[in-house]
C-alpha cells in the first residue's frame, strides 16, 4: 500500500504568480507533498482578457521559492511542445527544484485554444498515437546518451539531451486519462501515476475497473501504479462531507488527493486544508 499524499492545485487563469506564491509557501511549511497548476494559455471558462500565465515559467519560479514541495503541471498538453522542447524544459525545472519536479503529461485537448493560435488538434486517435510516441521519445532522452526515433509523427536522429533530470532514471511521470478504451491503456503502459481529473464515485469506480484490466492486459502489477484524483473545495466547503468524499476515492484505490483551489487563491484556504480536512480525512479512512 502507497503512503497517503495530499496536494494543491492553483490553476492559474485569473491570478498570478504573487497570489499564488503564498499558497505554495504555506503548503511547502505545512507538510503538503504536491503543488500543481495547468497548461491552459487563453481557459475558455473564463472571460477575455483574463490574465493566465504560462504554467512551466510560473512552475520554475515557484519550485526556486519552496523548499520540500514537489510541484508539475496538471497535465501538460503534448500538442502544445514538441517532444524534444518539452523533455529540455522539464529537465531544466527538474534540476532548479534540485530534483522536485513531478512530470504531469496528456495529450491536449482544447479546441478553443488550438483554433486561436493555428495549432494542430488532430483527432482523438492521432492524438493518442502521437502521445504514446512522446512518452517514449521524452524517456529516452532523459535516459540515454543519444536517441534515434522513427516513428509516424516524430522523426529523432542521434538526438541528446544534456543535462539529465536530477531524478532516477527519470522523473515521476504522471498521466492524466479518462478514455477507458485506449487512453487509460496509455496510461498503464507509460505511468508511474494515473490521474483522473474528478467527477462523481460512481464514475470514477467504472475508470478503475477499466484500468485494472489495462493492467492485466500490459502484464503490469496494479500496486506498481499510484492513483491520484483532483477534488475541487468550494468556498465554504464542509470539512466533514470533503472527508467522506476522499474516503470513498481512497477506499477505490486513490493514494494522491489533489485539492483544487478555489479563486482567488489564499494562503488561509492551504492552511485549512491541512488544518481541518487532512487530519479529517485521516481519521475517517485510517492513513
Known sequence: ?????????????????????????????????????YDHFVPGE???????????TLL????????RLRGGLMVTGNTHRHPILLANIASTVDHISNGRMEFGFGTGWSIPEHMMFGWDLPPI???????????????SLWTEPETT??????????????PKPIQKPYPHFVIGAAG???????????????????????????????????????????ASLQRSVQMRVP???????????????VKLGVDHLIFSLSRPHQASQVTWLWEEAVPAIRDVVGR
Not at 149 to 162: I, K, M, N, T
Not at 235 to 249: K, R
Request: charged share 25%; net charge negative.
Open 1 to 37: 500500500m502507497q503512503p497517503l499524499r495530499f496536494g494543491i492545485k492553483t490553476s492559474q487563469a485569473g491570478s498570478s504568480y504573487q497570489a499564488i506564491l503564498p499558497c505554495w509557501l504555506e503548503a511547502d511549511r505545512l507538510g503538503f507533498d504536491t503543488a500543481w497548476l
Open 46 to 56: 473564463h472571460p477575455a482578457g483574463t490574465a493566465c500565465g504560462e504554467g512551466w
Open 60 to 67: 520554475s519560479a515557484l519550485l526556486a521559492r519552496t523548499e
Open 125 to 139: 486517435g492521432e492524438r493518442i498515437r502521437r502521445f504514446d510516441e512522446a512518452c517514449r521519445i521524452i524517456k
Open 149 to 162: 526515433f522513427s516513428g509516424e509523427h516524430y522523426q529523432l536522429r542521434a538526438a541528446r539531451l544534456d
Open 180 to 222: 477507458e478504451k485506449v487512453m487509460m491503456r496509455k496510461a498503464a503502459e507509460h505511468a508511474d501515476e494515473w490521474n483522473w481529473v474528478g467527477g462523481p464515485v460512481e464514475t470514477y469506480r467504472a475508470k478503475v475497473e477499466a484500468m485494472e484490466q489495462h493492467l492485466r492486459t500490459v502484464g503490469r502489477d496494479p
Open 235 to 249: 468556498e465554504g466547503a464542509a470539512t466533514a462531507e470533503l472527508a467522506a468524499l476522499a474516503s470513498e476515492f
